[in-house]
């Protein structure tokens, strides 16, 4: 869905879609002009020969190959967006300066120089993955090799390579073939029966898809943002200044000459002109939900998983619909969600919004309160922006609007607390039988004393959602409620009703949950079949939104989720489960300083964009690749936590670091830590696991190597092992499983290697205590001479664990023989 209102009148409607696909297709021409195919060439030439040969160009220019595109591949009813993309240049209307100025604020800060030898070079063609170029040391400045992106589809994920042997304009091609092919469907397949809202919804999909990887600029400018980044952004800046220019002047003739002036000033060589305050047109709202790590594991045992599930998905939705509910009230689009994902969204709004900030907020507040009694919060606030921060580091506008959100958050509920006054600190409800989850009132049944009807509707929604396909969304009146009992209620009550379903409906109100689950069907040759029956199209993933979250969970047939228990017994060895959680080393630094003076909102766009596709699609693909069962709690934005038979989890937490270093390119500054806990049983409070394992990981984030190299860092059961040892604590857990397990030596091995630990404590405890590590050498000795057949892979774990020139013990002998021990329990 592209605009959340209904448009008031006709007119409104037809400026708006008019503007919003002039903005979002401005520059496609680069897209289809870089497959250097002559055959259309020669038409665009011939069609739009007086257009650039009027301006002294011998050949057509990417704002004549766009709108040709338009011309040829929209429908008959759109083609004044025509004069849009052909003159966002050399703009005349009012629509058209809206776009113009847009695409040069945009574009301010996302250029930078290159000689001619590298613009000529084909990898200059190829996009720059912008996580190869973050840089948190100030000293060196951003001196980062870049690694090129493929010329590939957002889904299509490949990690980002220095160098490639391919051909750009085939490349080029083989997207645009595919892209144009979509396109030219989805126009015959509406036929008489247009859609407007389905038509761009459908195209602003695509758009997102084919041109994820594609440079928006790159002659003579590196090419490090996408296409997609610099489009949406132009869409999203476009609405801001037709929104406040509306509402500070009411002639159009007043509008246009304010936009004339940002024109000139942000002309090439007038960058000395934009002083701090010019045109504050815009403002960056962000939301922030607090509560979240209470709120999710807080969960009954009965149901948990499903629980679980629902609550880090309703997270993820509730912050979706206040953002959406936000653009539905203001009559700004889609485009203008900046970035939603790790707890908190993004958007960039029209400065006047600023002043209506308390309002919303109060009615977050009170409807959050009353479903939640005070243990989520949704905070917002918004920081304003001139034309001096788009030409600047906006990154600071990011860093300011945070800090603002900082400091919120000691008067969370401000509104209801000065409403209620001291009423607030009394008990909500006094029940004589209250959810221990909640605080509502117990209703016992029969079968469950302990019954809660809303708590019970999250282990429902849950249910419903793992065996889903789609989310059917539609948005009208806001509902009242003097109590919420389920928890689809609460979306109700800001006007959004979503049903569960695996039937697709229209492209505006139809949203993928799981695309990657979705393209396992599909190339199965599952059939997807359509709720609505006068929907003509038969099913095209592409056009449909798909939502930035992993939901793989195991199933024991098509209907049933696998039991806490039955993921327990899985288990090789103890049978029990396990949590790892984590996320990315020093995001908001990275946000804030990792791209140096270039920090553009094309950027920040581009760099929280790649953060989503790795932790919502591609982890989902990850962990579904992973042999064991293993439940996805959350994913997205920047973090995760997954819940499974607890001997897969290690290699599981190995594969994803792995995967996420090699899709930021081995940057040494974008580094990922996790913290691993094992449940004592497979009784054993989830709650409890999840709480330890989020201070493992919050210690993995201090923890600190001799060299002075921090964090990048995995927490195994509050041992903390630094990402580039795990490979050999891993091989020495083989080792020592391997002797005991497959060929039958005392477990005494396990009992020696934590003997010889404890000396080492000892020692180091101790001045006059001597490291005796002759010890163990005995001991293993004795080994090698009872077990003469493996005397050579005994000496091989006594050389892993004493140096014996050094006379030092191997730091993670204890973590090794113990997960060995688990390992082999019986």
Known sequence: MIFYNAHQTEEDKNFDYTLFLGAILHDIGKFFMRTENQDAKKNISKEYEMFYKGEGKYSPRHQEWSAFFVEHFLPESLKTVTSLVLYHHRPSSY????????????????????????????????????LSQISLDEKKGNTKTPY??????????????????????????????????????????????????????????????????????????QPDISLWAHSKSTAAIAFCLDRQLKKEFLQENERVKILESMNTKLLPGNDYSIKRGDYPYFCLVKGDISGIQDFVFDTKMDGALKALKAKSFYISFLLDTVAKYILKEEEVPICNLIFNGGGHFYLLMPAYFAEKLEQYQKKIDRLLFEAHRGSISILLDAEIVDLYDFAGNFGDCFDRVSSKIYRKKISKFKSIIEQEKLKFFEPHEDYEQKCPHCSRELKPKQDDPDFCEFCESFVEFGDRLMKSYFVIDSWGKEKDFSDFDRVEEVFEAFGRKILFSNHYENMASTIVIDRSRLEYLLERNVNIEKGNKSNKFGFEIDFYEALDISTHAPFKDEVSLKTLDEISDSSKGIKTWGIVRGDVDNLGKIFKEGLGKDNSISRVMTLSEEFSLFFGYYFNRLVSEQQGNIVVIYAGGDDFCILGQWDVLPQTAHRIYTEFRSFSCWNSDVTLSMGFEIAPDKKYPIYRVAIVCGEHLDKAKEYEREDGKKKDCFAFGGNFVGWEDYGDVEKLKEAIADLIGNKNVSKALINGVYAVCNLKKASSSSQDELFKSWRFVYFMARLKERYKKYSKELEDVLQKIIDKKSNSLYKHSYLAARWAELELRR
Not at 95 to 104: E, N, P
Not at 114 to 128: C, G, M, N, R, V
Not at 155 to 181: C, G, H, I, M, R
């Open 95 to 130: 629509q058209q300066f809206l776009i113009s100025v847009a695409d040069k604020i945009s574009a301010k800060v996302d250029r930078k120089d290159l000689s001619d030898e590298e613009a000529a070079d084909d990898k200059s063609k190829y996009l720059i993955s912008v």
């Open 148 to 221: 090129y992106k493929l010329l590939k589809k957002r889904y299509e994920v490949e990690p980002p390579s220095k160098s490639f042997n391919t051909d750009a304009k085939d490349d080029y091609q083989n997207l645009w073939s595919e892209f144009s092919k979509k396109v030219n469907a989805l126009k015959n397949g509406f036929g008489s029966s247009f859609d407007l809202e389905d038509f761009a919804t459908a195209i602003y999909n695509l758009l997102r898809i084919y041109t994820y990887n594609i440079p928006s600029a790159f002659y003579y400018s």
